[in-house]
Each structure stands twice: as structure tokens, then as C-alpha cells.
T-cell receptor, first 111, second 113 residues
């Protein structure tokens, strides 16, 4: 069965601090990996995705993620967070039809 | 234009009632989904339809019945609502056959009293 684990449930950072959110997945076969962001009161939006190729993926708003196959990980990073990055971040993994989401990490950025 | 739109945005109802949530996408996608997000923000897939046909049906009570009149619409009907049904329900549609990039609606916050 596929599963996605996000180790940090709630992260509090000051503006300009660096961010790394952990994500590990369990999936049989070729996996597609995603990070979605949910701003307060809004719907989920795609932040970035990995299908194949370069394991370092760049997304919107300065976010990037690195796929490390040997560790079954897809951690999200940003060198310098802003107050506007306050949101819930969801890692997801899946194949052809179904995507499994992690339980989310709430990021709070303090000005 | 909103790509994936859900109505209503909020739904407050009594236990035992029957209610429906509607979803429409104007992206031309063939596949649509319903997810339930509980109070702890856990997002769990419920159903998926591809071109009006059911392709994913997770362990969901029979009280939940999806209906897809055409590939642009996927509605969710819930019978005999229970307190545990309170959650935010998200509709999504999928881009591409192999890539599985999903576009989400704004969500419907259902409160069962």
C-alpha cells in the first residue's frame, strides 16, 4: 500500500530563515511526486512536481525539492521564507490514477 | 473564470438530512475526484471518475453517492448525514493521462449539527 509521511506537523520560522520540510513515501513502481500548498482559507495549489529526470526540481515562489530515490524522500526547501509563505504544505505521491497525500505541515512565518 | 468550482462553499445542516455538493471544471479534463479533509487537515481520496465512469471508490459509506452527468461535472450526494461527516470536501480534476497533476476547487465546508 502506498503511503506518504511528513515528519513535521507544525513549523515556526522567522522571516528570512531557511526552510526544509521532510517527506518520505512508500510506493511500488514508478512514482510521481508533488508538493501542494494550501494558503489559509484557500484551495490546494500545485507548488512543484517530479516525474523523471533531474532530481532537483524548482517550483513557484522560490521553492525547490530534491528527490532522493535511495531514501524514498522528496524534501521541500526554500532558502529564505517570507511571511506570505504561511500555509499548510502537503507532500503527495502517486501513479497513474491515484495520488496519496501526506498529513500536511503547517508553516507559520513570523515577521 | 474559476477552473474548478464547487457549490456551496459552506453547508450547515442537521443530522439525518440529505445534502448535495456540486462540482464543475472548465479545464477539459477527463478525470475528476472527491477528497475529504478532516479537522486535522488529513486529505483522503473518496472517489474518482474518468469520463463519467467510476474508477476509484475508496472505503466510503454507502451514504455517499457520486454522480457524473458528464465529464465536466462530478456531484456528491450524502444521505442521512452524521456528525462524523463534518469536514471540508474538495473536488479536483486531473491534467494529463500519465502525469496526475490535480487542480482543486475551493472546498465545501460541511458542518453537521
Amino acid at each position: 500500500a502506498q503511503s506518504v509521511s511528513q515528519h513535521n506537523h507544525h513549523v515556526i520560522l522567522s522571516e528570512a530563515a531557511s526552510l526544509e520540510l521532510g517527506c518520505n513515501y512508500s510506493y511500488g513502481g514508478t512514482v510521481n511526486l508533488f508538493w501542494y500548498v494550501q494558503y489559509p482559507g484557500q484551495h490546494l495549489q500545485l507548488l512543484l512536481k517530479y516525474f523523471s529526470g533531474d532530481p532537483l526540481v524548482k517550483g513557484i515562489k522560490g521553492f525547490e525539492a530534491e528527490f532522493i530515490k535511495s531514501k524514498f524522500s522528496f524534501n521541500l526547501r526554500k532558502p529564505s521564507v517570507q511571511w506570505s509563505d504561511t500555509a499548510e504544505y502537503f507532500c503527495a505521491a502517486g501513479g497513474y490514477q491515484k495520488v496519496t497525500f501526506g498529513t500536511g505541515t503547517k508553516l507559520q512565518v513570523i515577521p | 473564470d474559476t477552473a474548478v468550482s464547487q457549490t456551496p462553499k459552506y453547508l450547515v445542516t442537521q443530522m439525518g438530512n440529505d445534502k448535495s455538493i456540486k462540482c464543475e471544471q472548465n479545464l477539459g479534463h477527463d478525470t475528476m475526484y472527491w477528497y475529504k479533509q478532516d479537522s486535522k487537515k488529513f486529505l483522503k481520496i473518496m472517489f474518482s471518475y474518468n469520463n463519467k465512469e467510476l474508477i476509484i471508490n475508496e472505503t466510503v459509506p454507502n451514504r455517499f453517492s457520486p454522480k457524473s452527468p458528464d465529464k465536466a461535472h462530478l456531484n456528491l450526494h450524502i444521505n442521512s448525514l452524521e456528525l462524523g461527516d463534518s469536514a471540508v470536501y474538495f473536488c479536483a480534476s486531473r491534467e494529463g493521462l500519465a502525469k496526475n497533476i490535480q487542480y482543486f476547487g475551493a472546498g465545501t465546508r460541511l458542518s453537521v449539527l
